[in-house]
């Protein structure tokens, strides 16, 4: 065993964390994807969350935070080598003008707690999946709302491994932006929200109908991670905007299959696989017509393929999208332990590069 891995362990044992040995990513990702990590340490409060990572700084041995994996891309490639889980770090209280909430928190659970004290302004969060960490690192939102709305304080770690205070001003919230996204040296712990009452019968039925509109325009069946990328209007709006042929064929194309009788008719079953096969003729995409889903052209859709394969998906959709597109996901090409492919991992590094 290598001594960082004994050494890591020794203190491990000694602050009573727990951890797992070799954990495998492929069936406990979101996205199952990628191999293993060799340490996936799982802190049960703030204070032992703190003492690992001061212990691994000052050991130079590096490490990954994470959360719920719901936005990342594993190589399948390459061992890992220490990855730090927030999942048991979710506890909640409430005051009468605020709600402190720790990194690990489940963002639905935050919702219906929310909503079952007549809580509003969360509603448009439901069903993304995720914890409160990633949220607030790549300000999540749906529907007019993100999780920055309600914000007024978020604690973290810096780079000296001490906790601090940062206010709203402070975390430079933007569209999918925050103060963590540039300084990777700060790491989220909580978060205090404001609290505003709202109508018991209005948040039901908004969190009803964000529920339902979620689980019936994006895909469930294969493993995913949601949208790839961010941007103003839809995918297929996007595309068009650089070729002029394709913009009058989509706009005919909404204009027969997407008006709004057809769209109520096809509420129940909604798809996209007309605008799908117009992007596979007119952008040279059918090649990848096995790698998205046929709700979205913006969702790869994972059966079983190497990390490769998605890659190439990824990194050619955002070309034709340009650079207004935001990429989401996170494509996890540090923190390795070894290369146990290397083939696999030269192609994943090319097309990245």
Not at 66 to 94: A, P
Not at 201 to 221: G, P
Not at 224 to 242: A, E, P
Not at 269 to 286: A, K, Q
Request: aromatic share 14%; glycine share 6%; net charge neutral.
């Amino acid at each position: 065993m290598d001594k960082w891995l004994e050494a890591v362990d020794s203190f491990l044992k000694e602050e009573c964390i727990p951890s797992l040995h070799d954990f495998n990513l492929k069936s406990n990702s979101y996205s199952k994807t990628g191999y293993e990590v060799k340490r996936y340490i799982m802190p049960k409060t703030i204070e032992q969350l703190v003492s690992i990572i001061r212990f691994l700084r000052l050991n130079e041995i590096q490490f990954k935070v994470i959360g719920e994996m719901t936005n990342i891309l594993f190589l399948d490639s390459v061992i890992y080598g220490t990855f730090i889980s927030t999942k048991f770090l979710n506890r909640i209280s409430f005051t009468e003008v605020n709600c402190s909430v720790e990194v690990g928190k489940f963002l639905p659970d935050l919702v219906r707690e929310f909503a079952m004290r007549g809580y509003t302004g969360v509603e448009g969060l439901e069903g993304i999946p995720g914890g409160i960490g990633g949220a607030i690192f790549m300000n999540a939102g749906a529907y007019g709302y993100t999780v920055s709305d309600l914000i007024d304080r978020v604690e973290c770690i810096d780079k000296n491994s001490n906790l601090i205070w940062l206010t709203k001003e402070e975390l430079e919230f933007a569209k999918r932006e925050s103060i963590f996204k540039k300084n990777n040296s700060l790491i989220i712990t909580r978060a205090v929200f404001n609290l505003n009452i709202g109508d018991e019968k209005d948040i039901y039925r908004k969190i009803e109908t964000y529920h339902i509109a979620r689980h019936s325009y994006q895909e469930w069946v294969y493993p995913n991670l949601g949208s790839i990328y961010t941007f103003d209007g839809s995918v297929y709006d996007q595309l068009s905007k650089s070729r002029k042929i394709f913009r009058i064929k989509f706009f005919i194309l909404k204009f027969l299959f997407f008006n709004k009788l057809i769209r109520l008719i096809r509420r129940k079953n909604p798809s996209n696989r007309i605008l799908n096969r117009l992007v596979e003729l007119d952008c040279s995409f059918s090649e990848y017509k096995d790698l998205f889903s046929h709700k979205n052209l913006n969702t790869f859709l994972n059966k079983n393929y190497a990390s490769h394969v998605l890659l190439s998906f990824i990194f050619r959709l955002g070309r034709e999208l340009g650079d207004s597109a935001i990429l989401e996901n996170e494509i996890l090409i540090d923190y390795i332990y070894k290369i146990i492919n290397q083939e696999e991992y030269e192609k994943c590094m090319s097309i990245i590069n």
